[in-house]
């Protein structure tokens, strides 16, 4: 399978409603495209996969800088939603029953209670300070620097790493 890299320049996006459509230069245009990150840690504005309404990969953005400050923008805000991810400043609670662990924690977007199964698959250590935490539902939680936290919120998170 050859990747396309395709080019800014060639580019134009537009929001239609809630959904974003893709110009390329003589094509027809791309309802509905969406814009995934192939390395949403270590180079969230770099790699960017443009997929069509089917989740077929139209091509890859290889820089969002890249792009005219219009486009930029849109792709940023649809990023933004998608990839919204809350940062986890305080561990409140940890209270394990039946094979899984109902969190209570204090993030960047408020107070938040999530429910974990598999805890050693589901906390993803990232450096030896960061780590991810992601609940049944998919959602995924942001600690950034161990460090930075509380003796609680240290003292129940070291218990899973």
Request: with cysteine.
């Amino acid at each position: 399978m050859t990747v396309r890299y395709l080019e800014p320049k060639k580019l134009r996006f537009t929001k239609h409603g809630s959904s974003l459509q893709l110009t390329v230069d003589d094509e027809i245009p791309y309802a509905d495209v969406e814009v995934i990150r192939l390395f949403p840690l270590s180079d969230p504005d770099g790699y960017l996969s443009v997929r069509d309404n089917e989740n077929k990969e139209i091509g890859v953005l290889v820089r969002l800088a890249e792009l005219n400050q219009q486009d930029r923008e849109l792709i940023q805000e649809r990023l933004e939603r998608r990839y919204l991810m809350p940062i986890v400043q305080r561990v409140v609670n940890v209270e394990e029953r039946f094979g899984t662990a109902e969190w209570e924690v204090e993030t960047s977007r408020g107070k938040r209670k999530f429910t974990m199964r598999n805890l050693r698959e589901n906390i993803t250590q990232l450096t030896a300070y960061r780590c991810l935490l992601s609940d049944v539902d998919g959602n995924r939680y942001d600690v950034r620097d161990l460090r930075e936290l509380d003796a609680t919120s240290k003292s129940l998170l070291s218990r899973y790493l």
